[in-house]
Structures are given as structure tokens and as C-alpha cells.
């Protein structure tokens, strides 16, 4: 069990400060958010900034083998061909950081028909796989509710798309949203998902709680099924619900996390 929390959740330090904190605090492993990949880009060239990141990280026994591409990025928008460059440049610093699984929304056009859409989103993907063919970094979809649900949806891009730089991320509260059916996305996934979003909510909102709060996701279901496929990524926890508080006290609930996600990984049936 690779235990990670995406580093959105200290969004108002810069990133070498984010790396020291989450140091002392004892996390080796961690997404790179979208708010510090921003910070990275503004620096300059996005391959000498990521190497020299990541030499900063190691020296502190700090990785990102997973991070979350551009937010606001809509790989299926009128301006997509701006769009897929831009991504472009994030693809770059992630490599140069050491990424292997970057986070990409599926993207979403209300202007097309079903058909067009699926052709917007497999030409951009294409595009972008073919750009990091040489690496070993993969570009993972994640669910998205409304737009690409459910895991069939993610599925059949990938099968357009035929690369093996393309694979799934799972976020837990967006399908709490959707069919609720957590380990029939993970069992059809399979070896294709290679990434996490973990976060909790009631259903009626997507609230992004740790585990085991207010929110009411059957975590013994979602850690049976990961199990049961070898799931070999982060165990990565995307919680912006719970950073409403001082800096004091989230580091506090980071030394619960730990703890938690440790017993259920061993309660697991």
C-alpha cells in the first residue's frame, strides 16, 4: 500500500515548502496538484524546472509518481488545439519530475453530438499519447459524473485510442455521485487503472472527505476490489473538504490519515 495525499492539500505554499512539510510529516509519495504544477510552469522552461524540482524532492526522499494535469484543461473545446499544446508543456514537466501517472480530465462539448464528441477526445488523446510515446509516463482518464461517469465510458476511449500510455484514474466521489458501484469499476478497470483519487462524500454533493467522516462509500468494498486486481499505484487521497481549517490542524489530521488507511488496507477482506 503506497500511501499519498495530493499536494493541493498545503495549496498555499510554494512547492519546495510543500515538499519540507510533507518530509517532516513522514510522506515519501505524493500527486503533484494542479495548483504547484502552475507555480513549476511560471518558472520557465518546463524540462529544467521539473529536473531541478525533482532533484530538490529526492533530497528530502520526496517522489511524485503521480500528478494532476492542467484543471481547467477541455481537451474537446472550441480551442483545442490551444488546449493540447498547453497540455503539451505540463507533459513536459511531469516527465522531467518523475510522473507516471498524470491526471486528465476526458473533456466535455454540449455544441456536439455524441459521435463528435468521441472524435474530439480521441484525436486529442492521440495526439498527447503520441507526444510522451518515448516515456514511461501514462496519461490517466479520470471519471468525471455527467460527462465520462462511469468506467465504460473511460474504456471505450482507450480502446479508440489503442495506447498503452493511456489508462484510468478512479475518483471515489465522483462515482459516489453517479452508479455508486466501486468495485464493478475497479473489477472492469483491471490492469488499466493506474491511478486513485480517494475522498468521501454523503451523495449529494462531492464534498472531497477523507474516509470514514460524513460521507458513506463502502471502503471495505473499494480496498477488497483493489486488492483483488493488484492494484500497484498510489493510494492517493484528494480532499479539498478538508483543508477548510489552520495549517496546524491539517498537519495534525495527516498523521490520522496515515494510520487510517493503514488499518483498512489490513482490515481488507
Same mark, same amino acid.
Request: negative net charge.
Given at each position: 500500500?503506497r500511501?499519498?495525499?495530493w499536494?493541493?492539500?498545503?495549496?498555499?505554499?510554494?512547492?519546495?515548502e510543500?515538499?519540507?512539510?510533507? #518530509?517532516?510529516?513522514?510522506?515519501?509519495?505524493?500527486? $503533484?496538484? @494542479?495548483?504547484?504544477?502552475?507555480?513549476? /510552469?511560471d518558472?520557465g522552461?518546463?524540462?529544467?524546472?521539473?529536473?531541478?524540482?525533482?532533484?530538490y524532492?529526492?533530497?528530502?526522499?520526496?517522489?511524485?509518481?503521480?500528478?494532476? /494535469?492542467?484543471l481547467?484543461?477541455?481537451?474537446?473545446?472550441?480551442?483545442?488545439?490551444e488546449v493540447?499544446?498547453?497540455?503539451?508543456?505540463w507533459?513536459?514537466?511531469f516527465?522531467a519530475?518523475?510522473?507516471?501517472?498524470?491526471?486528465?480530465?476526458?473533456?466535455?462539448?454540449?455544441?456536439?453530438?455524441?459521435?463528435?464528441l468521441?472524435?474530439?477526445?480521441v484525436? #486529442?488523446?492521440?495526439?498527447?499519447?503520441?507526444?510522451?510515446?518515448?516515456?514511461?509516463?501514462?496519461?490517466?482518464?479520470?471519471?468525471?459524473?455527467?460527462?465520462?461517469?462511469?468506467?465504460?465510458?473511460?474504456?471505450e476511449?482507450i @480502446?479508440?485510442? !489503442?495506447? @498503452?500510455? /493511456?489508462?484510468?484514474c478512479?475518483?471515489? +466521489?465522483?462515482?459516489?455521485?453517479?452508479?455508486?458501484?466501486?468495485?464493478?469499476?475497479i $473489477?472492469?478497470? +483491471?490492469d488499466?487503472l493506474?491511478?486513485l483519487?480517494? &475522498?468521501d462524500?454523503d !451523495?449529494s454533493?462531492?464534498q472531497?472527505?477523507?474516509p470514514?467522516?460524513?460521507?458513506?462509500i463502502?471502503?471495505?468494498?473499494v480496498?477488497?476490489?483493489?486488492?483483488?486486481?493488484?492494484?500497484? +499505484?498510489?493510494?492517493n487521497?484528494?480532499i479539498?473538504?478538508?483543508?477548510?481549517?489552520?495549517? &496546524?490542524?491539517?498537519?495534525?489530521?495527516?498523521?490520522?490519515?496515515k494510520?487510517?488507511?493503514?488499518?483498512?488496507?489490513?482490515?481488507?477482506?
Open positions: 500500500m500511501l499519498s495525499v499536494t493541493s492539500y498545503f495549496m498555499e505554499l510554494t512547492p519546495e510543500m515538499v519540507k512539510i510533507y #518530509a517532516e510529516k513522514g510522506w515519501s509519495e505524493l500527486e $503533484l496538484s @494542479d495548483e504547484h504544477g502552475k507555480m513549476l /510552469l518558472r522552461d518546463p524540462a529544467s524546472v521539473g529536473k531541478e524540482f525533482k532533484q524532492a529526492e533530497g528530502f526522499g520526496v517522489s511524485f509518481p503521480q500528478g494532476h /494535469l492542467w481547467g484543461a477541455n481537451i474537446a473545446a472550441d480551442n483545442q488545439r493540447i499544446d498547453t497540455l503539451k508543456g507533459l513536459d514537466l516527465v519530475v518523475g510522473v507516471k501517472a498524470a491526471v486528465l480530465h476526458p473533456g466535455w462539448n454540449k455544441a456536439y453530438s455524441k459521435e463528435e468521441l472524435e474530439k477526445r484525436s #486529442a488523446l492521440k495526439e498527447l499519447t503520441e507526444y510522451v510515446r518515448d516515456t514511461d509516463l501514462v496519461i490517466c482518464l479520470e471519471n468525471i459524473y455527467r460527462t465520462a461517469p462511469e468506467v465504460e465510458d473511460l474504456l476511449l @480502446d479508440h485510442v !489503442g495506447s @498503452d500510455h /493511456l489508462g484510468i478512479l475518483d471515489t +466521489g465522483h462515482l459516489n455521485l453517479e452508479s455508486k458501484k466501486q468495485k464493478e469499476f $473489477l472492469k478497470a +483491471g488499466r493506474q491511478a483519487h480517494i &475522498a462524500n !451523495g454533493s462531492d472531497h472527505l477523507m470514514y467522516g460524513r460521507g458513506n463502502d471502503w471495505n468494498e480496498t477488497t476490489a483493489l486488492k483483488a486486481i493488484g492494484y500497484k +499505484g498510489l493510494w487521497l484528494e479539498p473538504g478538508e483543508r477548510r481549517c489552520s495549517l &496546524a490542524v491539517r498537519l495534525a489530521k495527516l498523521d490520522y490519515i494510520k487510517m488507511m493503514e488499518i483498512m488496507w489490513e482490515e481488507a477482506k
